[in-house]
């Protein structure tokens, strides 16, 4: 009954960890995306996006550290979920945890574009025989491909959210609406990801704010219950002797 109790209140500090690490998580994208990259990237105007990043070069250069601290998170995410899961389905478990992964790396060279933006916006000799607007509009270039690398991540979380979603259905570690919630929030993303991608002008059809949504509000929900509450205690095989 003490081993019990003590794996139990293991995977609870576990659980808080996790808990933090969605927060946290969801905070770094706030700030990258609503407090810089909506202010530096002009929609459709490659000349006023590489004014306003070579005028903010720190500010941009913020938001690349967010984006790898972003990445950073999700490695510490999925070693946390991993833990707690694995118990309830190994192989469920270890899917998932590839599939973050997968999308750890994915926003890893998303960054990584964006750090090739900048490059192409900066003073290095060798530029000198691209024109001004080329090297912009390279540089946009490169910026959306930041984009589109999300959108190419994007079934991999979803894919991992769903399972994780399944498994704490499974377990009861948490209470099964919201992980009723969670599989259904995170399913509708793994089905509009693909969508995305083979159904061309999908995001004009169903709005790009509506694929992921849902799942960020379930994964906040449960990254406030994981902080505060921690995973309910696993019941006991059987009366103690």
């Known amino acids: 009954m003490h081993a019990i109790s003590a794996l139990d209140e293991s995977r609870r500090n576990v659980a808080r960890v996790a808990g933090f690490t969605f927060l946290f998580a969801f905070a770094l994208v706030v700030v990258a995306n609503y407090g810089i990259n909506f202010r530096l990237i002009v929609p459709g105007n490659a000349v006023d996006t590489a004014r306003n990043i070579t ?29 707690i899961l694995e118990p309830v389905n190994r192989t469920l478990a270890l899917i998932a945890a590839l599939c973050r992964l997968v999308f750890a790396f994915i926003w890893g060279l998303a960054s990584l ?40 991540g994007l079934p991999f979380w979803a894919v991992a959210s769903t399972i994780c979603a399944y498994l704490l259905f499974t377990s009861r570690y948490v209470p099964r609406a919201l992980a009723a919630f969670g ?23 169903v709005g790009a704010y509506w694929f992921d949504v849902p799942m960020t509000l379930f994964e906040m929900a449960l990254g406030v219950w994981l902080l505060l509450k921690g995973v309910r205690p ?3 095989a059987g009366p103690a002797k």
Do not use: K, M
């Open 55 to 83: 005028a903010h070069e720190t500010l941009f250069r913020l938001n690349i550290a967010c984006n790898l601290l972003y990445s950073t998170s999700v490695l510490v995410l999925l070693a946390a979920l991993y833990v």
């Open 113 to 152: 574009n964006s750090l090739s933006a900048l490059r192409l916006l900066g003073d290095t000799a060798y530029l000198s025989v691209f024109a001004t607007g080329q090297l912009q509009t390279l540089a946009r270039l490169h910026l959306t491909a930041s984009w589109d690398a999300y959108y190419v």
């Open 234 to 236: 696993s019941a006991p």
């Open 183 to 205: 599989i259904i929030a995170s399913a509708w993303c793994v089905f509009c990801a693909f969508a995305f991608i083979v159904v061309p002008h999908f995001d004009q059809t």
